[in-house]
């Protein structure tokens, strides 16, 4: 029988009845739980599913950026929250926080949430194991998800620069000689208490450029996960000051380079960003990884390094006629931003 639960010291024990993937252990869901208590969690438990959610306010506070600024819908947006069922993990978006050995049914999932909210999004790779029986539900394109493919040939990072373009081989040792001054250090527990403060201010930097503003990671999350060994985070210093920073998770033959944050100022000089790029490409390689996932954002940057774009999509349904016809002109609007895709390597014949 399916069941739905928002505390999660509800389901400690039944939750790990059957085998589930990384993204679903229930240590690393408890982190997310216990740092960010202002979301609803979603626990839905079946035979042979879990899945993992989030209810969360959405501000449109950005609306203008589809809209005339004197808009009345504009300024009717701007002072409204919408609470949004988003059917897995916001934090995380492009791997999937649920397992299933048969279709879900999304009217019955539905129905056992009694939390309230207005809009349904549901990400693609979800929608296509549901049985769906609305047809109210509208495809969005969202931002490519950037993934480099980690060639077997390559045993170090200079293996990696060997195969680029005459082009971007420089760029990445313009990147380097730039950045010579950067010492990497690995941060222990310690470390990230000491530098806690810092480390939000840069990943704010970083955040506060997304297009809506969803529920903000909670970057003091860091020391449990690395507490429990489920990420690492490397700082980055100038002048033995702390410039950036990056996290990444290890799961079997994949990398995954998660919640960054670098001085967007001293990044237009020194390029921090860049570097931290470079040293999960290198990271990635001396794993024996075969793919590193890079996220959604700077997308054309990232192919730069060699990083190829994998379409993503969302449906999303409206729950109210009259919020649905209000928010048309918004949804309707929501374009991908286009972006040029760089081929860095070298045409092997």
């Not at 808009?71 to 791997?95: A, D, G, H, K, Q």
């Not at 999932?109 to 047809?135: A, G, M, R, T």
């Not at 109210?136 to 998800?145: A, D, L, Q, S």
Request: proline share 3%; hydrophobic share 40%.
């Amino acid at each position: 029988m399916l069941k739905v639960f928002v505390d999660i010291n509800k389901i400690n024990k039944e939750w790990n009845k059957i085998n589930l993937p990384y993204f679903l252990n229930f240590n690393f869901l408890q982190i997310f739980y216990q740092a960010h208590p202002k979301i609803s969690h979603i626990f839905a438990i079946d035979s042979g599913m879990r899945l993992y959610g989030h209810i969360f306010k959405l501000k449109f506070t950005k609306a203008k950026n589809y809209l005339s600024d004197k808009s009345i819908l504009n300024i009717i947006l701007s002072i409204i929250n919408f609470n949004v069922l988003y059917l897995t993990n916001s934090f995380i978006t492009n791997v999937p926080s649920f397992i299933s050995n048969e279709s879900i049914n999304l009217r019955k999932l539905l129905k056992n949430i009694k939390q309230n909210y207005s809009i349904v999004v549901i990400p693609d790779f979800l929608f296509d194991k549901l049985i769906v029986e609305d047809n109210n539900y509208i495809r969005i394109e969202v931002e490519e998800e950037m993934i480099l493919n980690i060639n077997s040939e390559w045993d170090t990072l200079a293996d990696y620069i060997k195969d680029l373009k005459k082009k971007y081989r420089n760029k990445v040792k313009k990147i380097m000689k730039q950045t010579n001054e950067i010492e990497l250090r690995k941060l222990a527990e310690a470390d990230l208490e000491k530098h806690e403060i810092k480390i939000k201010k840069l990943f704010n930097q970083v955040a506060k450029s997304s297009q809506f503003s969803g529920p903000r990671f909670n970057t003091e999350s860091y020391i449990p996960f690395v507490k429990q060994k489920f990420m690492k985070i490397d700082g980055y210093f100038m002048n033995d000051k702390l410039v950036g920073f990056s996290s990444i998770i290890e799961k079997e033959e994949e990398l995954f380079s998660y919640f960054v944050g670098f001085d967007k100022i001293l990044n237009k000089s020194v390029p921090i960003y860049g570097r931290i790029l470079i040293e999960n490409i290198k990271c990635a390689i001396q794993g024996g990884k075969k793919l590193l996932i890079l996220g959604r954002t700077a997308n054309e940057y990232k192919s730069n390094f060699g990083a190829l774009p994998i379409k993503s999509y969302v449906y999303l349904k409206i729950e109210n006629n009259f919020l649905r016809t209000l928010l048309k002109p918004v949804y309707s609007k929501l374009r991908v931003k286009k972006w040029v895709q760089r081929s860095p390597f070298k045409i092997k014949t």
